[in-house]
């Protein structure tokens, strides 16, 4: 049983933690906070859905096509909220209001296409395969979760230290006017950070829906919340930190259910982080603001 | 009919009608019984359980008016939408009322507005008659409030005394929605009936809304080695429960057993083979094998193109109760002789099956155990005996 709720744990844990990366790599980049995510997460699964029932296409090309229009909608809040709020000089809590307002709006237009109802992608081999292991019955759909938010990371990771792109990156995270002096295209690689951030929701979106086999408008709200956890858990921006923290909600949440009883799941999950903010201000991993991302 | 011999009694009812309104001039060959119908035809999913009923009333009352059951009386339905809003409930009931003076109500949809309203009829010595309030203490409000809906606690021990019988069931576990009025309350039934039956209870698992990881609670289940695991949830969290106990190697003999709110054609769309063999109870179901039950299911397909669900089906019911009333009172103004003769009447053969007033004057009628059948994705009669 023990095996079995650390599968169960580990697996949830690797979604929240692909959602929570691209989460804070926004934040790490441009100090933003973007709220509209959770919808992003919740558009990647219908355009998955539709890509798999519609076009009958298979499942690796849906995980595709749904990550990379999640990425779109990620640039579109660029180029419809952040951008102009930054320009016109707005604070950035008013950023969080924008990506809220987004949020709602892609919400309803969602409600509108899709309807209300939950519904579900097909019955696939890949959802039903699992193997025994140590008398815990591991999914392959579980297997790559957890697969893809290691190689998301290890990607990612890569990306930032070692190509160009990476390095420009770093630099805006520093500073944007330091990033404009030495000539680096900050409005691109805002944009590339956008794509890579809302492709990650996408993602993860198809990944949470064929595991739990449940597709609805409303499905972004809770992860939204489970984000911002994990990206405080992890310290704001840091990208290790989100795996470990969203690994570690994952877990938390599963030992509550096993160990205080299922009522208190969250209250547990929210418990814990406001215990680590009391102790560590600055989340598990926290590098020095400076530094950040 | 020709011949007229008026009776003192006619004579009274002319008089007094002449007296009320110059139309008393039909009042000789036929009269009208005027019956409020407060069903919700807009106001969200609402709607579909009032739409429903609202049809099933009307065919009733055509059905009765074509077949001259009452004689020279003709039962007249005028309907109000109350959009689900329980203030626009209270409007409607007084109107009804003080302006159309109706003789009985039917509806209305929802509990919430029943609660609101209701006692305004009960009041004014109205006769209400509910067939989609499920609601606990409905009928306490007064003795004008009857029902023809039957709520979990008078399915559920039912159910699980038929999984108890034919499976062996000693050892249950229970999951339920936290923070949902409806799970809640289907929780409590079934942790009655649990105790009542005297089943080991082995677990008590729950989750909130919005849930749709219960990989966690189902573990815990799993290793509690329940025979049974009720489930006091929504369609789509029983469909999703039934599918993570599968993927989670559940053993094909442990029995799920549902609550009222899983009869739908959503839990076999989202759950697919793995809703083979829930177990569920309900007052009615479409393919129940009665003959009044297969009429009424042709009529009303007959009629608008579309198959009758629970609610229809009580309301096609309460709308003929409440004719028969009337037939026994034969009088269509006297609204405390229909409640009296409402009440009176018992062996009534409705769709649901053989009726009865519990003394709480709730239908008392005996609940079908339904089995679902993954395949065909419907839910077929369990062999009762």
Known sequence: MLVQQLVNGVSLG?????????FTLVFGVMNVLNLSQGAVFMWGAYVGLEVVRTLALPLPLAILAAATAAGLLGVLSEVLVFRPLQRRGAHRWMGMVGGLALARIL????????GTQVVRYPDNALAGAALELLGARLQLLQIVAIGAALLMVIALAALLRYTNVGRAIRTVAFSENVARLVGVPVDRIRLMTFFVSGALAGGAGVLWSLLFQSVSPFMGDGILLKGLTVLILGGLGNIVGALVGGVLLGLVEVASVVVVGSGYRDAVGFGIVLLILLTRPTGLFATRETTRA | MASVTLSRRAVLTIGGAVALSGSAVFAQTTRVAKIGL?????????ALYGIQQKQAIELAFAEINAANTLKDIKLEAIHADDGADRGQTVNIFQRLIRQDKVVAILGP????????????????????????????NLTKMGDFIFRTSIPEDQVFPTVLRYAVQK??????ALIYGLDDALTRG??????????????????????????????????????QKPDAVILGTLAEEAAAILRQARQLGFDDKITFIGCNA??????????????????????WFEGYDS?????????YQKRYGSSPDIYAAQGYDAAYLLAEAIRRADDVTNSRLTRDKLASISDFEGVLGRFGWSADRDATVQPKVLIGDGKSKVFVAAATS
């Open chain 1, 107 to 114: 919400i309803g237009l969602a409600q509108e296409i899709f």
């Open chain 1, 14 to 22: 690797a979604i929240y933690a692909v959602f929570a990366i691209g």
């Open chain 2, 262 to 283: 899983n009869i739908s054609a959503k839990l076999f769309d989202l759950a697919g083979p793995a809703a083979d063999g829930i177990i569920v109870g309900a007052s």
């Open chain 2, 167 to 172: 499976r062996g069931i000693k050892k249950v």
């Open chain 2, 186 to 223: 289907a929780h409590d039934v079934q942790k009655k009936a649990v105790t009542e039956l005297g089943l080991e209870q082995v677990g008590i698992e729950s989750y909130q809304r919005g849930d749709v990881d219960f990989s966690a609670q189902l573990t815990k289940i799993r290793e």
């Open chain 2, 291 to 299: 003959p009044r039950s297969k009429a009424f299911v042709a009529a």
């Open chain 2, 109 to 136: 949809t929802l509990s919430n507005s029943a609660f609101a309203a209701d006692p305004i009829a009960q009041q004014a010595g109205i006769p209400v008659i509910a067939s989609s309030n499920t609601a606990p």
């Open chain 2, 38 to 46: 407060v069903q919700s035809t807009t106001g969200g999913s609402a």
